[in-house]
């Protein structure tokens, strides 16, 4: 992302997170509201595409996003996207809501950590880790659950910039490596 994208982006996430603060909205219903959004454009990628198309005018746009998201979700999220409309900015609506969330969990200690198993937690393992990692960090956590079989077995947790890696392949490769430099 170029330096004046990024700095638009944090821009107008910072505007929309101290908006809700005036306004007295709870960042957590509008992180989930702009969650919703960023589905139903998942959803329907045409739909965002049509919005940054430079042939379709501003009012057109504006009357789109009106039918799709009026009564969908609250005023201010509604205003926001056409403000991001008419500034051109829509298609930054995805890098704009990321940062949103980077603030959102900021303010409310939460932390995502990615946890990769070579199958599925169980139940029992999923809330153990959890409540490990949330002692550890002091902050609530959010896991994020992935499954690669090339780890052969153990678990690599990501969070922040931190890498926690306990899987059965990093410590063979790390065996492999020892014995290759006794050999060589």
Known sequence: MSSRKDSCVKNYAAALF????????????MHGE???????????????????VPTVTKEEKLGMVKSVFKGAV?????????????????????????EFKKLYYSESHIIEATVTTA?????????R?????????????ILVEKTDEALIGGIVVKYNDTQLDGSLSSRLSEMKKSVDSVIA
């Open 18 to 29: 101290a908006l809700c603060k005036e306004e007295n909205i709870i960042t957590e219903n």
């Open 34 to 52: 702009l969650k919703k959004v960023g589905e139903a454009f998942g959803n329907n990628t045409e739909f965002l595409q049509l919005l940054c």
């Open 74 to 98: 609250c005023p201010l999220t509604l205003d926001f996207l056409c403000v991001l409309v008419e500034n051109g900015e829509i298609g930054c609506f995805n890098e704009i809501c990321s």
């Open 119 to 127: 199958s599925p937690l169980s139940d029992s393992l999923r809330q």
């Open 129 to 141: 880790l959890k409540q490990k990692l949330e002692k550890k960090l002091g902050a609530k956590i």
